[in-house]
């Protein structure tokens, strides 16, 4: 999945070249593991062969394929791939601001007791006329040696501003209120039968919160990039997080499951089925009842 992935330029969706023999080289496994993962792979739905390849002494095509969480052409991505209705997606900021936001205002207890302009140092723009960020450690180092610090000393101050990282970076995805307005009209525009709602994020955070970057996807979650819809015409690159488990399956049969991705003894790997992933939630559910916890 990862490698068609990497071959998708966000304009050649549908026709996404990668044979089973290159799959074969590039996944290092036998030749006919590629045809079992790319069947398991359009059964789950996230792949559709557009274009069968064809080898041989004369023809030397390789499979065409769309991946159906990403729009083709201009058509928007095909989520109901996953058997799902009613799909919440959190839209979010995805570049480095160039601006840093007044971080100690908007995060609670941020910084503790930095002196000497630590914070206002790493907080202030680091970029070149290009925009492009400059590395600027040892010109911090160069600057609170001059006040005193000694090596260790910056070494404490800057983990304890690492810290603070996780925090900054969900105050980077936030959308300002001009900018959640550009993101819900394109919405509105593109996606008309859908519902876009702006919430106001109430402020100063906590300092242990995490934007949606930094959560670890899979299984049924993940991120969708706006910002590979053709036409794009926002100034600023938008992704959105989706969690498929709960959610209710279009035929109405059950809810999405958390599917984990299985290996066999010869290293074959498959996706659970929605039926394997209930039963084991079912059996986790049982035992905690069993230890006298309730679900």
Excluded at 26 to 47: H, S
Excluded at 191 to 205: A, C, F, K, N, S
């Amino acid at each position: 999945m990862l490698e068609i992935w990497r071959r998708h330029n966000g304009q050649n969706n549908g026709y996404i070249p990668f044979g089973h023999r290159e799959a074969s080289k590039a996944l290092r496994v036998g030749k006919n593991v590629p045809t079992k993962l790319f069947r398991e792979l359009v059964a789950l739905g996230f792949l559709k062969v557009r274009k069968q390849g064809a080898y041989s002494l004369k023809t030397k095509e390789a499979t065409e394929w769309e991946l159906t969480a990403e729009p083709c052409g201009d058509q928007p991505p095909s989520m109901e791939y996953r058997g799902c209705k009613d799909v919440t997606f959190r839209w979010f900021y995805e570049e480095q601001r160039l601006q840093k936001p007044p971080y100690a205002e908007l995060i609670e207890n941020y910084g503790g007791d930095f002196a000497d302009g630590f914070l206002e140092y790493l907080n202030r723009p680091h970029h070149d006329s290009d925009g492009k960020f400059v590395p600027f450690e040892e010109e911090l180092f160069a600057e609170f040696r001059a006040k005193g610090y000694s090596n260790d000393a910056i070494e404490e101050l800057l983990d304890r501003h690492r810290t603070n990282l996780p925090a900054e970076d969900l105050i980077d995805e936030l959308f300002t209120e001009a900018e959640a307005a550009l993101v819900k009209a394109y919405l509105d525009r593109e996606y008309p039968d859908d519902e876009t709602t702006i919430v106001e994020m109430r402020l100063p955070i906590p300092k242990n919160s995490i934007g949606f970057f930094a959560i670890g996807v899979g299984g049924g979650d993940g991120f969708y990039m706006l910002n590979k819809e053709s036409p794009y015409d926002l100034p600023f690159k938008v992704w959105g997080y989706f969690d498929l488990v709960g959610c209710q399956l279009i035929d109405g049969s059950a809810v999405y499951h958390h599917r984990r991705w299985l290996i066999s003894p010869n290293g074959e790997m498959r996706q659970q089925t929605n039926e394997e992933a209930a039963a084991d939630d079912a059996a986790v559910a049982d035992r905690a009842r069993e230890n006298g916890f309730e679900d």
